[in-house]
């Protein structure tokens, strides 16, 4: 089983700063199989990046992602209120697994 | 895009078990696989297991085995998540999806006596 490890648990900005996750997994993923969720309070998960850097559709440019074998970054380069959120990677291929998640929080 | 509907709120008793729906639209369902995911009161996202609808073979994440079972009707493009000898522990929203794009509306199921 490969286990995602997400970095940090919680992220204090204020808005308009920039954001890092990053996402370490304890064995190789395909970078075909990454992807990167936000999910807020009620709603199901949001992709926003599969393929380790593919943005999914509507998603702004202001997301990014990259990283290639163990380790992943979700980056977010300029903070907007709306994404004060929960984030999570995914790694989908073999025995399909999820980081503990990283908050956003307001500073 | 793939639309995915999931039936209502469960409450179920200890012991019991329940079974989740999941009927999808959009595109061809032997094309699909179908994940399902669940998450706990607070807690972070737990993947439970797949269907390749095509094949109709499923999988399951080893902490599930022998007590889930995932399975697919293409005539109605529904695929079900049962789950048993439910305790309070799988109280939680159930999610199908097919990974990484599309996701369903959740389905919650509470577990008490």
């Known amino acids: 089983e490969i286990v995602l490890t997400q970095s940090p648990g919680t992220l204090s900005l204020s808005p308009g700063d920039r954001a890092t996750l990053s996402c370490r997994a304890s064995?190789?993923?395909?970078?075909?199989?990454l992807a990167w969720y936000q999910q807020t309070p009620g709603q199901p998960p949001r992709l926003l990046i599969y393929?380790?850097?593919s943005r999914a559709t509507g998603i702004p440019d202001r997301f990014s992602g990259s990283g290639s074998g163990t380790d992943f970054t979700l980056t977010i380069s300029r903070l907007e209120p709306e994404d004060f959120a929960l984030y999570y990677c995914?790694?989908?291929?073999?025995?399909?697994?999820f980081g503990q998640g990283t908050r956003v929080e307001i500073k | 895009q793939v639309q995915l509907v999931q039936s209502g709120a469960e409450v179920k008793k200890p012991g019991s078990s329940v079974k989740v729906s999941c009927k999808a639209s959009?595109?061809?369902?032997?094309?699909?696989?179908i994940s399902w995911v669940r998450q706990a009161p607070g807690q972070g996202l737990e993947w439970m297991g797949r269907?390749?609808?095509?094949?109709?073979?499923?999988e399951y994440a080893q902490k599930f085995q022998g007590r889930v079972k995932i399975s697919a009707d293409k005539s109605t493009s529904t695929a079900y998540m049962e789950l048993t000898s439910l305790r309070s522990e799988d109280t939680a929203v159930y999610y199908c999806?097919?990974?990484?794009?599309?996701w369903g509306q959740g389905t919650q199921v509470t577990v008490s006596s």
């Open positions: 999806a097919r990974v990484p794009h599309d």
């Open positions: 959009g595109d061809t369902f032997t094309n699909y696989v």
């Open positions: 269907i390749t609808t095509i094949v109709d073979i499923a």
């Open positions: 064995q190789s993923v395909s970078s075909s199989y």
């Open positions: 393929g380790a850097s």
């Open positions: 995914q790694q989908y291929g073999s025995s399909p697994s």
